[in-house]
């Protein structure tokens, strides 16, 4: 032996036993492990979303543009990445979809409280959601405390008011642009999704289905970054 450590193998890494336990990938139903494996992919990418905002946030606090820049740069592809999963959704037969919606009742994406997260902490703050139905005292919690943390569309206000490198600055708009675009892409896909499978029917969780998603499409989470820099 040669005294080395022994890293730990992939699996481990990635703690895979604990993971698929936990996945919905073992239903009888194929379809539905489709539609579900692909909803718990998206939480997880909700969470690395929170994480690099976070980040953002605190570089832009700290007047580092460079290192905004860099946290910002995985956004777009990730939502480019979510959208796709539309993509794979679209393959389900509007019986398959439809049978999926009937065993799931009343949940719904609609119900996903790290979305919720991203726009509260993007600066997107709709009270309103704080009530919807199905969060959990935990989830009502955490949103709370979003509310209560100052938002990244605030961090960059104050950059860019008082950032003396413009060009910096310009650096930092266009990657927070990339974001809220890729961030409005996604959800028309979502709106075209619900709009394939639903119609003008209404959505589970008290949702409006694709009307209300199409107006979505609409909103930005970082408004002021979409106005030119003096």
């Known amino acids: 032996m040669n005294g080395a450590t022994a890293t730990p193998p992939y699996g481990h890494v990635l703690r895979l036993d604990e993971l698929l336990t936990a996945a919905r990938v073992h239903d009888d139903d194929v379809d539905l492990v489709l539609f579900l494996a692909t909803h718990q992919s998206c939480e997880i990418f909700f969470a690395v979303l929170l994480r690099h905002l976070e980040e953002i946030r605190a570089a832009l606090d700290a007047d580092d543009a460079a290192l905004a820049v860099r946290r910002a740069a995985p956004l777009p592809v990730i939502m480019s990445t979510l959208t796709r999963h539309f993509d794979g959704l679209a393959t389900l037969t509007d019986d398959a979809f439809h049978l999926i919606r009937t ?38 919690n955490r949103l709370r405390g979003r509310l209560d943390e100052r938002s990244v569309h605030d961090a960059y206000r104050d950059f860019v008011d008082r950032s003396a ?3 910096a600055a310009g650096r930092v708009r266009a990657a927070l642009i990339d974001f809220d675009e890729a961030m409005a892409t996604w959800r028309a896909r979502h709106a075209v999704l619900a709009e394939r499978f639903l119609g003008a029917a209404t959505g589970t969780a008290g949702s409006e289905g694709a009307s209300y998603l199409w107006r979505a499409a609409l909103r930005r989470v970082l408004p002021d970054v979409w106005k030119p820099l003096s």
């Open 165 to 167: 490198d413009r060009e």
């Open 103 to 140: 065993q799931l009742g009343e949940a719904s994406g609609f119900q996903s409280a790290q979305f919720r997260e991203i726009e509260f902490l993007c600066g997107l703050r709709d009270t309103r959601y704080l009530g919807t139905a199905g969060f959990t005292e935990s989830d009502q």
